[in-house]
């Protein structure tokens, strides 16, 4: 029974999927669906922490809304989070950045790290997201599809 659950488990998993680390500003493309429509949402934030093992992988995305902080837990191999994209590549030494959320201001921000590694890591974080901007461009397009088959369908009657 433990073979079944690991195997179907080891099927889920996704390499490109992690291309990020604690420390780095995110912007997450979520998928919801209300009804029968689908949509993309955005989630830009820092991620404080990388949780669990295996396709259980989960991640901590913390942001300033409104002047109140606000977490989201992302399951790493999620089919729903379409792409990660890292804006700044963060300097951190610790692989929980929970002490973030008693900071206010200029104190909450994380160093950027520059140079080379950076700039490699960038790279390597942008090309394992072209290939989610495919499967996201085909959910909106799938979306445009539905509203236009919609739309004929209301002007038939």
Same mark, same amino acid.
């Given at each position: ?9 080891? +099927? +889920? ?27 993309? +949402? ?30 989201? &837990? ?11 994209? &890292? ?28 140079? +080379? ?13 072209? #290939? ?12 445009? #599809?539905?509203?236009?088959? #919609? ?7």
């Amino acid at each position: 029974m433990m073979d079944l659950i690991k195997t179907i488990e080891e +099927q +889920q998993k996704d390499d490109s999927a992690l291309n990020f680390s604690v420390g780095d500003t995110v912007k997450v493309h979520f998928e919801i669906i209300e009804g029968k429509t689908k949509r993309i +949402q955005i989630y830009e934030g820092l991620v404080i922490c990388i949780k669990g093992s295996g396709v259980r992988k989960t991640f901590t995305v913390r942001k300033i809304s409104y002047n109140v902080g606000v977490e989201r &837990v992302f399951p790493v191999y999620s089919p729903r989070v379409v792409k990660v994209e &890292v804006t700044r590549v963060g300097k951190v030494r610790r692989s929980k950045l929970y002490y973030i959320r008693d900071k206010v201001g200029k104190n909450a921000k994380v160093k950027e790290l520059v140079g +080379q590694k950076s700039v490699e890591y960038l790279k390597w974080s942008r090309d394992l997201a072209k #290939a989610a901007d495919a499967t996201e461009a085909a959910i909106n397009a799938e979306e445009k #599809a539905e509203i236009a088959a #919609a739309k004929s369908a209301a002007a038939k009657k």
